[in-house]
């Protein structure tokens, strides 16, 4: 499902804009960071359906970005507010590329700032994916063609 509701800056003041749509086997998330009336950033998130993926060790994204970075997030729970864990991208302009994201690497955040001594990401409790982007101005435009878990990796024992 792409149809995920954006959240813009417009919640301060702001007059970025953003959404998410769908074609051609693959999502775009795409619009315009204004910094007027104090505004800056241009985000979207899925619907919340909770997924167990704590046999997994993380996520692969097969994205084409615009050479702009991009946060990646998960939430653990279906409220609006609150913190997300977030693991930024800069895919190159154009090229599609795939990134490997161990969810140990996603960080606390709290409306753009980290937040210390929270725990760390359960991946038995994601019920969120978004992405967001901020402090850039201009338009921007990501594509996204999948989001998979990849398992972990099992201690292998070798032979001399």
């Known amino acids: 499902d792409v149809t995920w509701p954006h959240i813009n800056d417009g919640v301060m003041g702001g007059i970025s804009s953003g959404e ?39 996520l692969v994204l097969r994205v084409r970005g615009d050479g702009k970075r991009y946060g990646f997030r998960l939430k653990t729970d279906a409220s609006f507010d609150g913190v997300s864990y977030q693991f930024e991208i800069e895919p190159a302009a154009g090229e599609w590329a795939e990134i490997s994201v161990p969810f ?11 937040v210390r001594n929270h725990p760390p990401l359960d991946p038995s409790r994601i019920a969120t994916f978004g992405l967001i982007i901020s402090r850039q ?9 999948s989001v998979k878990a990849y398992p972990a990796v099992e201690d292998q024992e070798t032979t001399p």
Do not use: K
Not at 104 to 114: A, K, L, S, W
Not at 137 to 145: Q, V
């Open 20 to 58: 998410m749509s769908a074609a051609d086997g693959y999502a775009t998330f795409r619009g315009t960071v204004s910094f007027e009336n104090n505004g800056g950033f241009s985000s979207v998130r899925s619907q919340a359906v909770v997924h167990d993926l704590s046999d997994f060790e993380g």
């Open 104 to 114: 140990t690497d996603f960080i606390p955040v709290y409306r753009g700032r980290v």
């Open 137 to 145: 101005e201009g338009p921007f435009r990501i594509d996204i063609e």
